[in-house]
């Protein structure tokens, strides 16, 4: 008798959850999948992206792409930033050492419906991402703060700081 109250308790609780916060029923009927936490989801398109990157890398690596000027170049693919949806990809690139970054660009986003077609199919998702092809300027960047950073009166001042700082005030 003990183990049918308990059991009815259970009933009643779960009933009380499912009125609470019921399943996500689609159009079908069928049960749907909740929506993750923003957490995850981010997590999932860091995940999505890099495994375009991975593909299209690979892709360039072994010459697959029918065009000579990909061929023969060496490009990095440095970044795949997805959008929410995954259904566009903006696609960071750097061919080697920066040459002929603008023909490389032209030739990339020419054989764009090449590359769209194989990250389908290689990633098994409902839809194909969208590929802009983009180039990748953080090196850049990159380059104009470290001569920022190697100006005389910058390195004054931050030695300056670093004396502060080894002072026991």
Known sequence: ?????????????????CYLDPPDHGKDGRL?????????QSVRLLKVGE??????SELLARGEAHDDTLRASNISVTEVRMSPDLRNAKVYVKPLLG???????????TNTAFFQREVAQRLGLKFAPKLQFRPDESFDEAGRIEQLLDDPKVRRDLDDCEGDEGKGE
């Open 32 to 40: 749907m999948a909740r929506h993750s936490k923003p957490e995850d």
């Open 99 to 109: 040459e002929d970054e603008d023909v490389i660009l032209k030739a990339l986003r």
């Open 51 to 56: 495994r375009v990157r991975h593909i299209l």
């Open 1 to 17: 008798s003990t183990l049918d109250r308990s059991s009815a308790a259970s009933d009643v609780y779960k009933r009380q959850q």
